[in-house]
């Protein structure tokens, strides 16, 4: 499919692919919603404050006229992308629109009130985290060959069994550590089955989702619930001395939970790792092109058992974030198919960490969004109606699916994903 | 064989006939055998009851049978051709059975509580014990009792009528009826597979079905059962086959992988429903479920509670009739498999390929919006929060089981249909939580896919390389 788009690039120089067409014409629509919602849903003289706890109000921003100048740029940025000469600066204006659109947003929702900016940025970031963690799980995955559509199972049974040792045990550090080991159990049954038995990795993922979701069920009403043992409580904010008492920056980067502090250590850690070192080389030729990796005497599988394991700690830390990081207990299904946005945000983020992070940043943003926009109850435009919290909750899927839709096409991945490596 | 050419058989002559020929005769067997359904079924029921029984009389017909045809050789070369392909499954149903057990041994409190009091001996004694319950449960309550059974068809014809019977016969009733959605959501994803397509959206596309079917059957008043029943069941197959299309033409078009469209579909479905079941649809403050629909859209029930067992089984049986024939003798459905085997030779052979993944994602969500439509119209006859019985997600389990071929599928859906009305019974019984179906399924899946694992646990041979048949899905996220 990438191919074909590409050759069809070439023959056809002048004329706009079809699917670059789409993108214009989505950002249009965005454009128009905007201008639509500055039109009927804000009233004249509403304005749209944020504030910040230390600092009080940080600015503020007439309504009206901040919608229809976002809704501008948007039309501004549909038509530059009509002309070939925008194409080298294309990737940066595709951001600048999520950008806008996103801040379009808040100001919607925040006209005529104040909203916490800081706040909102930090919930983004809180949202983004398990996000994070799981597409670095994809990246570190889909690297080295292996499809995974198993970080929703994997980081179930983190969540899980984050509770259960953690209760145990009566240490939440020792419930972390368990959900990292037991997500990496689940992706070395993913790798045995899918390297040494080959099965379609599909399918194999398909499985342990099953699995994670009957298995962890089971165990819950079975074990934790009778013997008292799925209240362990939720990790505390760290907060770190000095830094944390930088205006804005601080309390949003460094008074945090321990999982997001891992999330930007790893983040980093595995960048590094996966782009800088030879091991990292390596693994990513294991998923490019495993027999040239195999001639100059990488072990493909060996290599590749050993990202998927290290993938699904990765996971299985991103799933203790559902139980221990947010409500303290756990409960059936509790990822609520993050795993699968997750994966979204890995394809968005072009099968690069930073990139994923990105990405998850602005699905964690639609999550923030979506909760705050329950607590604020915009209107609906003409029919001033409160929007439903069900139309807001699917935003985040409603999402993905534009974004895997939109965005798979163009993004490149690892040519010999899926395909069991067979030594000759 | 040369006896046979020469007078070819019933069903070849049948089929040699042109289709409305073959439509009107099976209309004709529809309308013939109607009035005689509520006892062909009670016979079915008993049946199932009495397997071993069943199984005997099956055997001893083809013992007659093979008199004519070469004796005990025909009959032991007929048997191995049909049952080889089903030693794998067998033996993996019968393995994930037996880790289940494990599993339901070794989390019990009780058998942790006996073992620090008893010592260890004594928790594995009461271990078994427990599982001994559970799975008397489970089979009791899928299949029936069979002492009761016999013994109820001695009091037939007392003053009670039927009454003593259709109590026995639960079990049988409640497996076929589990199996009905089974049915239809197996078919639906066996039919993508054929396609290539991963269609993970089944549980979305059973909810889409179920409410519109459903919304089909209360809004419309005052029309006879003959035009109601009809659109109602039609109006869900094609919603759910529209809802599932989008993420059809989503990979025509743009190369999204339907894995994750699908999957994103299921979630935004649950939102949607629970805002329309809580919200506009809701009939009464508070209860989250809609009105009941009217008795003209009712799918009726072939006898009277306990025995639940409704004509969306038949529907169900000719749902897999229908899609064999579509797969494999039609043109569409040569594309539809020659995509799904190699879309590149298909896109090279002139078929397009995108108008295939569409047509194959409505087609299979048409189906498993049926399977929505049976469980709205024959048993809840509403539709109410919280609808999502976890069909759609067992129905990959089926069609991998089944091997993405609609005889199979249907073998398949019996077996979890029994498992899923076992279960609800070991639940209330022995206390054993439903979800461990869901375990078993998942080593079902595990060891049909990778039947190596069977092979080496039971010392099988090798099987020959044409019995190989690896259906391949994965393809990278671009294609």
């Keep these: ?424 | 064989m040369a006896e046979q050419e020469k007078r070819p058989g019933l069903i070849r002559r049948i089929g040699a006939q042109p289709l409305w020929v073959r439509m009107l005769l099976f209309v004709a067997l529809i309308v013939i055998v109607a009035p005689f359904s509520k006892w062909l079924i009670l016979l079915l029921l008993l049946a199932i009851g009495l397997w071993p029984v069943t199984l005997l009389l099956g055997l001893a017909g083809l013992a007659v049978a093979s008199i004519w045809r070469g004796g005990w050789p025909w009959m032991k070369d007929w048997l191995r051709r049909r049952l080889r392909g089903l030693v794998v499954p067998a033996l993996s149903v019968v393995t994930a059975l037996i880790i289940g057990g494990l599993v339901i041994m070794f989390t019990d409190q009780a058998v942790f509580q006996a073992m620090q009091e008893g010592g260890i001996l004594e928790g594995i004694r009461l271990a078994f014990a427990n599982l001994a319950t559970a799975y008397k449960a489970l089979y009791e309550g899928s299949l029936g009792n069979p002492r009761a059974i016999v013994e109820a068809l001695g009091q037939v014809g007392g003053e009670e009528g039927l009454g003593p019977l259709l109590r026995v016969v639960r079990g049988p009733s409640d497996s076929l009826v589990q199996s009905v959605p089974y049915i239809f959501a197996g078919l639906a994803v066996a039919l993508g597979f054929r396609a290539g397509l991963f269609n993970i959206g089944a549980e979305g596309q059973i909810g889409i079905g179920w409410l519109v079917a459903v919304v089909v059957g209360y809004s419309l008043t005052g029309l006879p059962a003959v035009v109601h029943l009809p659109l109602a069941i039609l109006a869900g197959a094609v919603a759910g086959g529209l809802w599932a299309a989008i993420a059809g033409f989503l990979k025509a078009r743009t190369g999204a992988h339907e894995v994750i469209t699908t999957i994103m579909l299921n979630y935004v479905t649950f939102r949607l429903s629970a805002w329309l079941l809580c919200g506009p649809l809701e009939l009464t403050q508070g209860t989250c479920r809609t009105q009941e629909i009217a008795e003209s859209a009712y799918l009726p029930w072939f006898l009277e509670r306990p025995v639940t067992i409704h004509w969306g089984f038949v529907l169900a049986l000719i749902a897999a009739v229908l899609t064999g024939w579509f797969l494999f003798r039609t043109t569409w459905g040569f594309e539809l498999r020659t995509v799904g085997a190699n879309p590149s030779a298909a896109r090279y052979g002139g078929m397009r390929v995108g108008k295939t993944f569409v047509l194959a994602m409505f087609l299979s969500g048409c189906l498993a919006g049926l399977a929505g439509v049976s469980q709205g119209l024959g048993i809840t006859r509403n539709i109410a929060l919280g609808f999502q019985a976890g069909y759609g997600f067992d129905s990959i389990a089926l069609a991998l089981l089944g091997k993405s071929h609609p005889v199979g599928v249907v073998g398949a859906s019996l077996l979890f249909g029994v498992l899923r009305a076992g279960a609800g019974r070991m639940q209330s019984v022995a206390g054993v939580p439903t979800e461990i179906v869901q375990i078993v399924q998942s080593l079902v899946i595990i060891f049909i896919a990778a039947p190596a694992i069977i092979r080496a646990i039971y010392r099988l041979r090798k099987p020959r390389e044409e019995e190989l048949e690896v259906a391949v899905f994965s393809r990278g996220w671009g294609a």
């Design chain 1, 1 to 424: 499919m990438a191919a074909q788009a590409q050759a069809i690039g070439v023959s056809k120089p002048a004329g706009l692919s079809r699917k670059d067409l789409f993108v214009t014409l989505g950002i249009l629509l965005i454009g128009a919603i905007l201008l639509l919602l500055g039109g009927f849903s804000t009233e004249a003289g509403d304005s749209s404050t944020f504030t910040d706890q230390v600092l009080g109000t940080l600015f503020s921003l007439p309504s009206r006229a901040t919608l229809y100048t976002l809704g501008s740029i948007c039309f501004f940025v549909a038509g530059l992308r009509l002309f070939r000469g925008a194409r080298s600066i294309r990737g940066l204006l595709n951001w600048t629109i999520a950008l806008v659109s996103a801040f379009a947003f808040l100001v919607w929702i925040t006209s005529g009130t104040s909203l916490n900016l800081p706040g909102m940025l930090q919930a983004t970031l809180v949202a983004a985290t398990p996000l994070t963690l799981g597409a670095m799980c994809g990246v570190l995955c889909e690297r080295s060959g292996i499809i995974n559509i198993a970080i929703e199972g994997m980081m179930l049974w983190g969540a899980f069994s984050a509770v259960a040792f953690a209760s145990i045990f009566d240490s939440l550090w020792m419930g972390l550590v368990a959900a990292g080991l037991m997500g990496g159990l689940m992706a070395a049954l993913h790798a045995v089955l899918s390297i040494k038995y080959k099965v379609d990795q599909i399918i194999s993922g398909t499985v342990i989702n099953i699995l994670a979701a009957g298995g962890t069920r089971f165990l819950n009403i079975r074990l934790l619930e009778p013997a008292g043992l799925s209240t362990p409580g939720s990790f505390p904010i760290i907060r770190i001395p000095v830094l944390s008492e930088i205006p804005i920056i601080g309390p949003l980067l460094f008074a945090n939970q321990p999982i997001v502090f891992i999330m930007l250590i790893l983040l980093l850690a595995v960048n590094y790792v996966v782009f800088a070192t030879p091991w990292g080389l390596r693994m990513r030729a294991c998923g490019e092109h495993p027999r040239a990796a195999d001639t100059v005497g990488v072990h493909v599988n060996r290599m590749r058992y050993i990202s998927v394991t290290v993938a699904g700690l990765i996971a299985g830390i991103g799933g203790a974030y559902f139980s221990l990081g947010m409500i303290g207990t756990f409960e059936d299904g509790m990822t609520r198919g993050q795993g699968f946005v997750a994966l979204a945000a890995m394809i968005f983020g072009n099968w690069n960490p930073i990139g994923a992070f990105l990405a998850a940043l602005l699905f964690g943003f639609a999550d923030a969004l979506q909760v705050k926009m329950q607590i604020i109850k915009p209107l609906l435009p003409f029919i001033h109606q409160p929007i439903p919290p069900e139309f807001l909750q699917m935003a985040p899927y409603i999402l993905t699916i534009i974004v895997v839709a939109g965005v798979v096409g163009r993004s490149m991945a690892p040519a010999a994903e899926g395909k069991p490596y067979e030594k000759q």
